[in-house]
C-alpha cells in the first residue's frame, strides 16, 4: 500500500467537495422543477430513483475497473460525466429530458465508492476512520455550499444553477487531471487484476462478501440506513412547502444547517468519537440519534421542531456513516477494497431507490406526515439489529 499521504488526502477531499457541492445544488431544484411539468411527489421520487437505480448497477463497475486501471482514471471519467449530465437537466424541456439527464447522471455517479477506495490506499488501518470521515466532511460541506448556492442562483430560473453545476464540475475534472495522483500502486494492481475470473459477476461476488460477518451486517445495517434516511430525502422539500412555505432558497438552507451540523462532526469530531468508542457503538447510535430525528420530523408543526429534528438527524448520519466505511475497509484486502465498498454501495443505492419511491408514494397516498414516522420505525429496527450484531458477545466471537 502506498504510505500515507496528507496530501494526496487534501487534494480527494477538495476533488469530492467540488463534486458534491454540484450535486448539492440539484436538491434544491429538482423537486420545483419537475413541479413545474406537472410532476407529482411519487413522480419526483421516481426522478430520483432512476437516478440511483443507475448508479446501483454501475456502481460495482466502477470499483471494478478501479481496481484495475486504477482509481485516477475511473474518477475523472466520471466527473466530466456528470458534467454532461447537469448540462442535459439545465436544457431539459420536459420530464423525459429530466429522466435522461438523470439516468446519465446515475450512470456516473458510482465515483463515490472509488473515492472511499482512494481514501482507503492513501491511508493505513489505525487512521482510516478518520480519512473515511474527511469523505464524509466533503459531503457535508458539499450539503452546505451545494444547496444554499443553487437555492440563491434558483432566484434567477431553474436552469441558472445546473449551469453553473455543469461549469463548476467541469473545473474540476481538469483541475484533477493535473492535481490528482494515482493511489493504487503496480504491485497491487497487478494482484486486483488477478481476481477478474473470481470477481465476475456482481452477485457472485456479493454472495462472496455475504459470507464474511462483519461486512454481511455492514451491508444489512447500510441498506437500512439508507432506506429511512432516503425517505426523508424524497419528501422533505415539498413537505417543507405545503407544511411552511418553503421554496428553493429556503429549502436550499435547511439541507446546507444538516451539513454544517454533519461536517463539524465529520471533519473534526469522528476521529476522537472513533477511538474512544470504536465503530461499533458508533453505527448503534447513529441509527438511534437518527432515528429519534425522524420521529421529531414526524411532530413538526413549528420550526424550532423542524430545526431540532433536522439537527438529529445530522448527527445520526455523520457518526454512522464514516463507521460503516471505516469497519468494513479495516476488514477487507487491499485489492479488493474497492470492489467491496462499491457492491456496498450499491446495495445502499438500491435501498434509497426503493425508499425514495415509497416515501414519494407514502406521502401522496397517506398524508405528509407518514413518511418520517415510518422512516422512524425502520431506523429503530435496525438499531435492534446493530445492538444484537455488534454489541452482544456471540457477535463479538464471530467477527
Known amino acids: 500500500m502506498p504510505q500515507p499521504s496528507s496530501k494526496s488526502l487534501t487534494i480527494i477531499f477538495v476533488t469530492t467537495l467540488i463534486d458534491m457541492i454540484g450535486f448539492g445544488i440539484v436538491i434544491p431544484i429538482l423537486p420545483f422543477f419537475a413541479e413545474h411539468f406537472g410532476a407529482n411527489g411519487f413522480e419526483i421520487g421516481l426522478l430520483t430513483s432512476v437516478y440511483l437505480l443507475m448508479q446501483f448497477i454501475c456502481t460495482p463497475v466502477w470499483g471494478y475497473f478501479s481496481d484495475r486501471w486504477g482509481r485516477r482514471p475511473v474518477i475523472l471519467i466520471c466527473i466530466f460525466a456528470s458534467s454532461l449530465a447537469y448540462v ?21 455517479a458510482g465515483k463515490f465508492a472509488t473515492i472511499q477506495a482512494y481514501i482507503a490506499d492513501v491511508t493505513t488501518k489505525e487512521n482510516r476512520s478518520k480519512g473515511m470521515g474527511l469523505f464524509g466532511a466533503a459531503f457535508g460541506l458539499g450539503f452546505i455550499l451545494g444547496p444554499s448556492i443553487g437555492g440563491i442562483l434558483g432566484k ?3 436552469q441558472t444553477p445546473l449551469f453553473f453545476a455543469a461549469a463548476l464540475t467541469m473545473i474540476n475534472g481538469i483541475a484533477a487531471i493535473f492535481l490528482l495522483p494515482e493511489s493504487l500502486s503496480g504491485e497491487t494492481r497487478a494482484q486486483a487484476q488477478s481476481n477478474r475470473e473470481e470477481n465476475k459477476l456482481n452477485l457472485d461476488a456479493i454472495r462472496r462478501y455475504a459470507s464474511v460477518p462483519v461486512i454481511r451486517s455492514v ?29 428553493t432558497m429556503e429549502t436550499g438552507y435547511m439541507f446546507a444547517f444538516m451539513g454544517i451540523v454533519g461536517a463539524i462532526i465529520q471533519g473534526g469530531l469522528i476521529g476522537k468519537i472513533s477511538r474512544a468508542i470504536g465503530e461499533e457503538k458508533m453505527i448503534v447510535y447513529g441509527l438511534l440519534i437518527t432515528a429519534a430525528g425522524m420521529f421529531a420530523m414526524s411532530q413538526s408543526k413549528w420550526l424550532w421542531l423542524l430545526m431540532a429534528a433536522s439537527f438529529l438527524i445530522s448527527v445520526g448520519s455523520a457518526l454512522l456513516t464514516p463507521a460503516l466505511s471505516g469497519l468494513v475497509s479495516k476488514k477487507s484486502s487491499e485489492t479488493e477494497q474497492g470492489r467491496i465498498l462499491g457492491i456496498i454501495q450499491s446495495v445502499s443505492n438500491l435501498a ?18 407518514s413518511p418520517f414516522w415510518m422512516s422512524g420505525i425502520i431506523l429503530t429496527a435496525g438499531c435492534g439489529i446493530a445492538y444484537y450484531r455488534f454489541l452482544t458477545e456471540a457477535e463479538i466471537q464471530e467477527v
Not at 441498506?223 to 407544511?243: C, D
Request: hydrophobic content about 60%; charged content about 10%.
Open 156 to 158: 434567477w430560473g431553474y
Open 352 to 369: 434509497r431507490m426503493t425508499g425514495i419511491a415509497f416515501g414519494g408514494f407514502v406521502f401522496e397516498a397517506v398524508n405528509i406526515w
Open 88 to 108: 442535459v437537466f439545465g436544457l431539459a424541456q420536459s420530464l423525459a429530458l429530466i429522466l435522461a439527464a438523470r439516468i446519465i447522471g446515475g450512470v456516473f
Open 219 to 247: 451491508m444489512t445495517l447500510s441498506m437500512i440506513y439508507n432506506f429511512g434516511f432516503s425517505i426523508l430525502y424524497a419528501t422533505f422539500a415539498l413537505f417543507a412547502e405545503r407544511e411552511f412555505g418553503f421554496h
